[in-house]
Nanobody, 115 residues
């Protein structure tokens, strides 16, 4: 059984910060990577950031310098820290885990950046 639960979304003004959390419950007993994706209105889903089992991170160009991804391997949680948010960051953010031969998604959490 695998469950991914996102939290922390909401409405913020441009320039403010927000931190998203993803709690993973699973019994696969497998090594996997974490990632955050987002889908903005009228656009395709895109990768925001990812982190590997060896804690190597990757951040998309659109948010580089404003986003940090981190994880707690023991508790199976991952955070997405976002600073200096812009209106174009608005969208539904999804937590993802992936490994050899499997991939799972959360339901998503809404982030709205507006004045």
């Amino acid at each position: 059984q695998v469950q991914l639960v996102e939290s922390g979304g909401g409405l913020v003004q441009p320039g403010e910060s927000l931190t998203l959390s993803c709690a993973v419950s699973e019994t696969l007993h497998l090594v996997h990577s974490y990632a955050w994706f987002r889908r903005a209105p009228g656009k395709q889903r895109e990768l925001v950031a990812s982190i590997t089992p060896t804690f190597i991170t990757n951040v998309a160009d659109a948010v580089r310098g404003r986003v940090r991804i981190s994880r707690d391997n023991f508790w199976n949680t991952v955070l997405l820290q976002m600073d200096n948010l812009k209106p174009e960051d608005t969208g539904v953010y999804y937590c993802n885990i992936n490994g050899q031969g499997y991939e799972y998604w959360g339901q998503g959490t809404q982030v709205t950046v507006s004045s």
